[in-house]
T-cell receptor, first 116, second 109 residues
């Protein structure tokens, strides 16, 4: 009964390859996110989707393309992987409540991507 | 631009030795300040959300407080299982969490 689940947990791949990370949430939340945690442990937002609509698109190379088939799923596809893409990628979800705030901002357990 | 700075970067305590972690922030119009705990190899685990200066929340040995410029996470009589990295984040706009770099806490038995 995991709330936010990501697959795979570990991903090792060669430079130039294309890979995908999948995320699913069973909390009924309407917003999902991708965050990146670098080697210094800084967590930084990449994208957010609200009800399948892209809301936040930070300064991320266009090799990264999120896709949300429905509000419970948010996948991240990465083309032409580079060494600098190595990091831990976290999916998260939350629920908007009317006065402009969010609650239940819940993270998955992360996908450690290593590009060699 | 909104900024979040946590101190210290690392803190080592003896079991039972109480202390506080600091989170300083600059944000235009605070919509929420979040505390998370992160264990090695895992995702951040939600602890608290604070919305306005003067607010306090408690959970077991942890107590979070908020002023207009900073938040403190007080740890009372910590145990080794409290060892983790504690992350502070502010809600920017409607959706984006801006994180600090975290405080790595180690509790020695």
């Amino acid at each position: 009964d995991t709330a936010v689940s990501q697959t795979p947990k570990y991903l090792v791949t060669q430079m130039g390859n294309d890979k995908s990370i999948k995320c699913e949430q069973n909390l009924g939340h309407d917003t999902m996110y991708w965050y990146k945690q670098d080697s210094k442990k800084f967590l930084k937002i990449m994208f957010s989707y609200n009800n399948k609509e892209l809301i936040i698109n930070e300064t991320v190379p266009n090799r990264f393309s999120p896709k949300s088939p429905d509000k419970a799923h948010l996948n991240l596809h990465i083309n032409s992987l580079e060494l600098g893409d190595s990091a831990v990628y976290f999916c998260a979800s939350s629920q908007f409540f009317g006065t402009g705030g969010y609650y239940g901002y819940t993270f998955g357990s992360g996908t450690r991507l290593t590009v060699v | 631009e909104d900024q979040v700075t946590q101190s210290p970067e690392a803190l080592r305590l003896q079991e039972g030795e109480s202390s506080s972690l600091n989170c300083s922030y600059t944000v235009s119009g605070l919509r929420g300040l979040f505390w998370y705990r992160q264990d090695p190899g895992k995702g951040p685990e939600f602890l608290f959300t604070l919305y306005s200066a003067g607010e306090e929340k408690e959970k077991e040995r942890l107590k979070a407080t908020l002023t207009k410029k900073e938040s403190f996470l007080h740890i009372t009589a910590p145990k080794p299982e409290d060892s983790a990295t504690y992350l502070c984040a502010v809600l920017q706009g409607a959706q984006k969490l801006v994180f600090g770099q975290g405080t790595r806490l180690t509790i020695n038995p």
